[in-house]
């Protein structure tokens, strides 16, 4: 039987989302992190404001991209913009679960081995309210339809779902061992939830079976960036390892 290849250390599975408003303050940030930071993201408002040049400082600085587009389109405009970013040689990309299987496998079936496609679920600042009002029919268990959805992402063959911490268990059990669960809207315990709603520290996310977590304003808001990330990634080793002995 062939071996299950190895995860990287849990520090180069913490990724910090550069959510700033200049490709300036971006490399900046990533300087300040200095060698506590391998994974950064690049979201919606970087990307619009910098464009495919900051993903290329990023990765002057030896660091991975992880580009946080969330495409959803029709399945032809997808594909085409999944293989544009494969050129850049980011290592993932998101696209909503919700464009539906035929757009789900075009971008597929356009992303080059090295990039691994992440399907969103449900967007971590809804409540079961506030998504019973997209879909116009009452949500009881927004964990059920983060699920639903991660059905159709496996089933197209995406790498993996990014999700809210508190359906990371779901997830792993649904798309089993070898998915990508990537969790956004990671707090310590002392931190603001700010507009996240379904959010848990670094410890729970690694516990209940995330692969890789996104840590923004805890790590980019502190007066000490590479402090904090040190000090979360700090108290994810030590209760992912558990007591000595």
């Not at 494969?86 to 919700?98: C, E, I, N, W």
């Not at 990371?168 to 507009?195: K, N, Q, Y």
């Not at 890789?212 to 000090?231: K, M, Y």
């Amino acid at each position: 039987m062939t071996a299950r290849p190895a995860r990287p250390p849990l520090r180069e599975r913490v990724i910090v989302a550069l959510d700033l408003p200049s490709a300036p303050a971006a490399l900046a940030l990533a300087d300040r992190l200095g060698p506590a930071c391998s994974f950064v993201k690049v979201g919606l408002e970087l990307y619009t404001a910098a464009g495919p040049a900051v993903v290329a400082a990023l990765h002057d600085r030896g660091l991975r991209v992880f580009l946080d587009l969330k495409l959803h389109d029709i399945p032809n405009t997808v594909a085409r913009a999944v293989a544009r970013a494969g050129d850049l040689g980011v290592r993932f990309l998101t696209l909503h679960a919700a464009g539906g299987p035929a757009m789900l496998a075009a971008a597929a079936h356009a992303a080059p081995p090295s990039l691994s496609l992440l399907g969103v679920t449900v967007l971590t600042s809804l409540a079961p309210a506030a998504l019973g009002e997209v879909f116009g029919r009452a949500v009881e268990d927004v964990g059920a339809e983060a699920e639903r959805f991660a059905g159709q992402v496996g089933g197209a063959g995406l790498a993996g779902v990014i999700c809210a911490a508190t359906e990371a268990e779901r997830m792993r059990r649904r798309l089993g061992p070898e998915a990508l669960v990537v969790t956004p809207g990671i707090r310590s315990a002392a931190d603001a939830h700010h507009d996240q709603r379904r959010v848990r520290t670094a410890a729970e996310a690694f516990l209940a079976g995330a692969s890789h977590i996104v840590v923004g304003r805890p790590v980019t808001g502190a007066p000490d960036p590479r402090g904090a990330l040190e000090r979360i990634v700090a108290e994810a080793e030590a209760a992912v390892a558990g007591p000595a002995g």
